[in-house]
Structure formats: C-alpha cells, structure tokens
C-alpha cells in the first residue's frame, strides 16, 4: 500500500501519551489545512478588529480590503508563503499542534513545555508522512543529450 493510500484510509497515524492522557495525532490531512487556514485568518480578522479604534475610517477599510483579497488569494492557505512562515512562529506552531493533536491551546502549553523535543519530533515525522515524496525512477537520473 502506498504511503497516500494508507494516509487516506488512516488519518490519524499516531498514538502520543502524556500524563496519563492519549492523543490520537492526525496526519496533515485536507481537513487540517482547512482548519488551520480558517484559523490563521480569524487570527488577522481579530488582530485587526482590536486596531479598529486606533485607526481612521479609511486605513480601516483599507486593511478590511486588504485582509479579503488576502484570504481570497490564498495567503493564509497552510502551504502559502504567509501560511509557512505563521507555522515558524510560537502562535502558528501552537495552532498545528492544536490541530494534529485536537486539543486545546491550553493543553498544547503543558505539551510543549514538558516534552517539547518529543512534540517536535513527532511533528516532523508527520509532516514527512503527510507529504511523502514520490520515489526517483532510475531512468529519471540519466542525462539526456540533445542534439544541436
């Protein structure tokens, strides 16, 4: 069975134990980037309506703009520029975890600082099996001379 197969027909891949509670960790899954995506976005959309009374009317509706053609361009898309960069931060790798593990931002805290290594580890290994890369034929190694 090929990694995409199983990835599809078992979403969550991991079992991870902490304190006497078990995470059923998932697998970054189209669900996951959906969620994380909508979350990123609120994220914004909230950063931005606590600014409101600070700004005047107009740079308001300028970041209102700015914000919609943002989200309707796929910038706060997982796999986006802005979506790669937000998951290098503490609140964007707070939110994966959240998501892969489905528990609380509260929970994620403890997590992290009890068994960070471990959490990081096993985060890196499910990005690996969520997006494995495709085997190299090897025919595909050997140089092509053209013909001048």
């Not at 197969?5 to 304190?19: D, R, S």
């Not at 960790?25 to 009374?53: G, H």
């Not at 609140?91 to 990081?120: H, M, P, Y």
Request: proline fraction near 3%; glycine fraction near 4%.
């Amino acid at each position: 069975m090929s990694a995409t197969t199983e990835a599809i027909g078992n979403i969550v891949k991991h079992e991870f134990e902490h304190n006497g509670k078990v995470y059923q960790v998932s697998l970054i899954t189209q669900e996951i980037k959906a969620k994380y995506e909508k979350a990123f976005f609120r994220r914004n959309r909230d950063c931005l309506l606590d600014m409101k009374e600070i700004l005047t009317p107009e740079e308001y509706q300028t970041q209102v703009t700015k914000l919609q053609d943002d989200y309707m361009t796929g910038k706060f898309a997982f796999e986006s520029e802005q979506g790669l960069d937000f998951m290098k931060q503490q609140a964007g790798a707070s939110l994966i975890v959240q998501l892969l593990f489905n528990c609380t931002e509260e929970e994620v805290i403890k997590l992290l600082l009890e068994r960070q290594e471990d959490v990081t580890n096993l985060i890196t290994l499910i990005a690996k099996e969520s997006f494995p890369k495709p085997p190299v034929k090897e025919d595909s190694k050997k140089k092509i001379k053209l013909k001048s």
